[in-house]
């Protein structure tokens, strides 16, 4: 991707009372409006998402323990990209100066790629626990949390090595935001990319798409085995979790096939001239991500929904159907008297 500022101009760029920009005015209004509009929008939610945990230890099990996982690095998403991109955007270019366009640049790419990896792990506990019950899988909160320090772990070395000049962090698009320094030729930056490319996106796309279609398809089969033998169906619950399901991918690639395709043409023909805007918008997409999950979580999952209301509410609120204030002895009786194995409740 080419424009008409590169990293090597920062120095200059920084030190100027204020840059020449390359969009027109109006243009950075409105981008710093739709930041400022999806920084209220994903903290919010992410911070909601959040407090219902800590407030109610009683709902925190494997599953919900990569949620929680998933809003914290969403919130730093909000709080390190979306929140400055709103201030740069208002002032027209990146007024920060150089090491806090670094910071941005590696907290977001950071924050970003452990998204995308809880998001894919927790794409392969819901594969296991539905599709291989029989496999002696038995999720539990210490093995979440191990996948989770891998995770993150994992996420650290690929932000990283940019710092250590494997690649670098600089200015992007219209230069009020900073991401990895596509625009840098070289074979050391061109090595990274290809392998960020296929180890940080096209892998864990692979993986997410693989194992949400097999949980679909599994959940099918189970309605329809428990039809035949005369159960009752819990066609319901299936359909809510099958939604749940198609919602998180659809979200997904809202967010981050644009950027998962503008890298893989980057990678194939380095020298091809993007305009800086079409370069930006990507990175835009991928900043929306905070806001969905928390969102998807709240209307798929009624035991998540009532806390989030009872808090929202300040206590007030009261779960229908819940004679008792707790809502761990309500959920322990439901499963309890559940005997279907194919009764999937979303998480």
Known sequence: MKSNFTPADMDLWTEAPEAPTIFPRVGYSVLSFLMFINTLLSV???????????????IVNAMNVIILS???????IACCGSAIVTLTNYKGYFFLGKEFCIFQGFAVNYFGLVSLCTLTLLAYERYRVVCKPMAGFKLNVRRSCQGLMFAWVYCLFWAVAPLMGWSSYGPEGVQTSCSLAWEERSWSNYSYLVLYTLLCFLLPTGIIIYCYSKVLISMRQLNRSVELQGGRSSLEENERAGRMVLAMIVAFFIC???????????????????????????MYFAKTSPVYNPIIYFLSNKQ???????VLSCGRYIPRGTKTGSLM??????SQITSIPSRIQPV
């Open 304 to 310: 998540f929904r009532d806390c989030a209301l009872e």
């Open 256 to 282: 981050w096939l644009p950027y998962t395709a503008l890298s893989v043409v980057v990678v194939v023909d380095p020298e091809l001239e993007i305009p800086p805007l079409l370069a930006t918008m990507p």
């Open 44 to 58: 919010f939610n992410n911070t909601l998402v959040i407090s219902v945990m800590l407030k109610n230890p009683q």
């Open 329 to 334: 002895m309500a959920s322990l009786q439901r």
């Open 70 to 76: 998933l809003a914290t690095s969403d919130l730093m």
